[in-house]
């Protein structure tokens, strides 16, 4: 199975800057993409941002002040959140398509969340 430890969160100040880690370890063949996801209180669990081998895309709300990158060697993915506002507090999860086999599928796979808040 994969494992996915999620660090990083915390409290910070509107305007401040954070940065997310993930680790996925476990038997773990191939990852074909990886991203944050995000959920506030109330509201359903969006997309923040998603890297692959051929793509990278964010959400329009955190365009030009979240990025996305991966240390391929260390099967770990990052989210560096600048200019917080206090509409980014939320529970952030991490998740990778993994393949824990060759020739095998890619399956989702989830972290167990680290919680975000920016105060005004």
């Known amino acids: 199975q994969v494992q996915l430890v999620e660090s990083g969160g915390g409290l910070v100040q509107a305007g401040g800057s954070l940065r997310l880690s993930c680790a996925a370890s476990?038997?773990?063949?191939?990852?074909?993409?990886m991203g944050w996801s995000r959920q506030a209180p109330g509201k359903q669990r969006e997309l923040v941002a998603i890297?692959?081998?051929?793509?990278?895309n964010y959400a329009d709300s955190v365009k030009g002040r979240f990025t996305i990158s991966a240390d391929s060697a260390k099967n770990t993915v990052y989210l560096q959140m600048n200019s917080l506002k206090p509409e980014d507090t939320a529970d952030y999860y991490c998740?990778?398509?993994?393949?824990?086999?060759?020739?095998?599928?890619?399956?989702?796979?989830w972290g167990q969340g680290t919680q975000v808040t920016v105060s005004s």
């Open positions: 476990g038997s773990i063949f191939s990852i074909n993409a």
């Open positions: 890297t692959s081998r051929s793509s990278t």
């Open positions: 998740n990778v398509d993994a393949q824990l086999s060759p020739g095998g599928r890619y399956f989702p796979y």
